[in-house]
């Protein structure tokens, strides 16, 4: 894939920052493809990721929001008590991972749910009433006048 450099316009503009750097992060490919995951539109307004997470427990997974940035991590709890067993086949992958999602301006997490080996994350958008679009009514200020004539 090619690269584009954007520094000439780093010169050039002022707070566009936030899109140069999605930019970059954007073309720099993800390291692992674990876990798999969905994101679907739910509403007109609400979104929600899935996230494919067999094998961990409530208590392996974090979710966590930090500015624009959804972060999802997971981490095998060892437990010390249990035996080590000899693993013949190990084709449930069980590693620990980290996967982060950039949010846009507005958009919220809403609730999380773990059911069935899946990770539900639910995002809203919550546009403020001031940057909602609005209707300006127009107003008739003009007052038609009439002109009378006398018939000579």
Same mark, same amino acid.
């Given at each position: 894939?090619?690269?584009?450099?954007?520094?000439?316009?780093?010169?050039?503009?002022? %707070?566009?920052?936030? =899109?140069?750097?999605?930019?970059?992060?954007?073309?720099? $490919?993800? *390291? !692992?493809?674990?876990? $798999?995951?969905?994101?679907?539109?739910?509403?007109?307004?609400?979104?929600?990721?899935?996230?494919?997470? *067999?094998?961990?427990?409530?208590?392996?997974?974090?979710?966590?929001?930090?500015?624009?940035?959804? !972060?999802?991590? %997971?981490?095998?709890?060892?437990? %010390?008590?249990?035996?080590?067993?000899?693993?013949?086949?190990?084709?449930? +992958?069980?590693?620990?991972?980290?996967?982060?999602?950039?949010?846009?301006?507005?958009?919220?997490?809403? %609730?999380?749910?773990?059911?069935?080996?899946?990770?539900?994350?639910?995002?809203?958008?919550?546009? $403020?009433?001031?940057?909602?679009?609005?209707?300006?009514? =127009?107003?008739?200020?003009?007052?038609?006048?009439?002109?009378? +004539?006398?018939?000579?």
């Amino acid at each position: 894939m090619r690269h584009f450099d954007l520094t000439p316009l780093y010169r050039s503009t002022i %707070g566009f920052d936030r =899109i140069f750097q999605l930019l970059d992060q954007a073309a720099v $490919p993800e *390291a !692992t493809p674990y876990p $798999p995951y969905n994101i679907e539109r739910t509403d007109e307004n609400a979104y929600r990721i899935t996230l494919a997470v *067999a094998g961990f427990a409530e208590s392996d997974l974090s979710i966590e929001v930090k500015e624009s940035a959804l !972060t999802v991590t %997971g981490e095998k709890k060892t437990e %010390g008590d249990k035996p080590q067993r000899e693993m013949l086949h190990q084709g449930i +992958a069980a590693r620990a991972f980290v996967r982060r999602f950039q949010l846009a301006d507005h958009v919220h997490v809403s %609730g999380a749910s773990l059911e069935n080996g899946l990770l539900h994350v639910d995002l809203v958008r919550e546009v $403020p009433e001031a940057k909602k679009p609005r209707l300006i009514p =127009i107003s008739n200020t003009s007052s038609t006048k009439t002109i009378e +004539a006398n018939a000579a």
